[in-house]
């Protein structure tokens, strides 16, 4: 039988399944819809979201509900999520600056991706970043070349999904990446908008 999403949060509150709790304040579990069309995908909690305990709750998360919002996605309806659940960092003085997870630490997080996808069956996922993406398509997925495509999720070994039967996937930037870029803001910000509004469509 499937867990309901509390049963999952909950059993992930304690996971041990790769070093980043130690440091980590708590698991930063998915959060929203349970009944989601929409499933959003990023890469790891932030700082924000490591004190808070929930997805998408800080500067990254503010520029991606102003992208939905324009995109005219209603972000109470979606499902938010991320596939590493623990914030990994560096300590630089008093601030705590955000490290890409590896392989090993991905690998170790997936089940709970996998089972988030199990319980929520999205018709459209939206990956955030390369990180997201490479997590459904490959480590060959390129965000550059495929970006705002409504591809279809693949029939890999460990799918949580019947062949044929996987969500539609549309990968775009992510969040962060508008914010750090220092040049373009304007344009990157619109074209994320505009891969949102290729998920928004799908669902038409
Ligand atoms: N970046 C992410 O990838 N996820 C969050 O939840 C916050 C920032």
């Not at 980590?24 to 700082?47: C, H, K, N, S, Y």
Request: aromatic share 6%; with cysteine.
């Amino acid at each position: 039988m499937e867990a309901d999403l509390p049963t999952l949060k909950q059993a992930a509150s304690s996971c041990r399944g790769c070093e980043l709790y130690k440091n980590a304040t708590q698991t930063v579990f998915g959060d929203g819809d349970p009944d989601a069309r929409i499933m959003l995908v990023g890469e790891m909690p932030g700082d924000r979201e490591d004190r808070e305990g929930q997805p998408f709750v800080g500067p990254a998360g503010r520029m991606l509900e102003r992208a939905l919002e324009k995109a005219e996605i209603d972000r109470s309806s979606t499902y938010v999520t991320n596939v590493v659940k623990h914030f990994k960092f560096t300590e630089r003085g008093k601030r705590r600056i955000h490290q890409t997870p590896n392989r090993t630490e991905i690998v170790a997080c997936r089940p709970w991706l996998v089972a988030e996808l199990e319980l929520i069956e999205p018709e459209v996922l939206v990956c955030l970043g390369a990180t997201a993406a490479q997590a459904i398509f490959g480590s060959s997925f390129r965000l550059t070349q495929q970006r705002g495509e409504l591809l279809l999720a693949p029939d890999v070994e460990g799918a949580p999904w019947d062949e044929g039967q996987g969500p539609q996937v549309v990968a775009t930037v992510h969040p962060s990446a508008i914010l750090r870029t220092e040049t373009d803001r304007a344009a990157m910000f619109e074209e994320m908008v505009a891969d949102l509004r290729v998920a928004a469509a799908a669902l038409r």
